[in-house]
């Protein structure tokens, strides 16, 4: 079976730099798990976000830090979901010293109605957004966020792009150092730079054992709308 990202990207996940292709078939019937380990060498964000960022950071949605050489991990675990839909963890963990964490926490999806991947955000799936997928002439991924709505019970509505921001995520891979490369950043069309990231890291494939999908990892809820 095709994993999440070789449906949304079709022939072009062909493209892909050959790391970045074995990274991003994690799937649950291929039988592994991608985790990584590195460092953002920089993380910044606009002076006036960290109240936001900091309210987030309650439900593991993004963090209100920023500094350099930040050591992080990233999980990505494969596993189908209560409503029966493969699914990928994209759990970050960062290090900010020695007695604190923070947990970056996200769930993905394929929605075949749109072809689009589905970024629930969150411990409980609070925050959804849409993903377009690309490959640039160098083989890297690159992930942009469109559409982003909030869910809690019965109430579910699109967020206005005014009071969002739209992410661009690059993934590649330097075969010089052996490492794979991460970037992103997040702007708002009124207020501009929000915050973002900069980094490098190094992965591990490790095999899945049944029943033994790692629970700190799961969403506290699920949400079935998208």
């Avoid at 957004?129 to 109430?155: C, K, M």
């Avoid at 661009?168 to 207020?191: C, H, K, S």
Wanted: aromatic share 14%.
């Amino acid at each position: 079976m095709s994993s999440i990202f070789e449906l949304a990207l079709g022939k072009e996940f062909d493209r892909l730099h050959p790391m970045l292709q074995q990274r991003f078939r994690v799937d649950a019937e291929a039988g592994f798990a991608c985790v990584g380990s590195g460092t953002f060498s920089r993380m910044r964000r606009a002076w006036w976000t960290s109240p936001f960022l900091r309210l987030g950071a309650y439900r593991n949605i993004l963090f209100p830090e920023q500094g350099n050489d930040i050591s992080f991990t990233i999980e990505n675990y494969p596993y189908v979901d209560g409503f029966g839909r493969p699914t990928v963890t994209f759990v970050r963990t960062l290090k900010i010293s020695e007695s604190k964490q923070r947990r970056f926490d996200a769930t993905m999806i394929y929605n075949p109605e749109s072809g689009l991947i589905v970024d629930y955000l969150g411990t409980h799936q609070h925050l959804a957004t849409d993903l377009l997928l690309d490959v640039t002439a160098g083989g890297s991924l690159h992930l942009q966020s469109t559409a982003q709505h909030f869910y809690e019970g019965v109430l579910g509505f699109r967020i206005p792009t005014s009071l969002t921001g739209t992410a661009d995520l690059y993934e590649g891979y330097d075969d010089a150092r052996e490492v794979f490369t991460i970037q992103m950043q997040v702007w708002n069309p009124i207020f501009g730079f929000l915050f973002g990231y900069q980094g490098e890291f190094t992965c591990t494939y490790p095999t899945l054992i049944e029943g033994g999908f790692p629970e700190h990892l799961q969403p506290v809820r699920e949400e079935i709308r998208n």
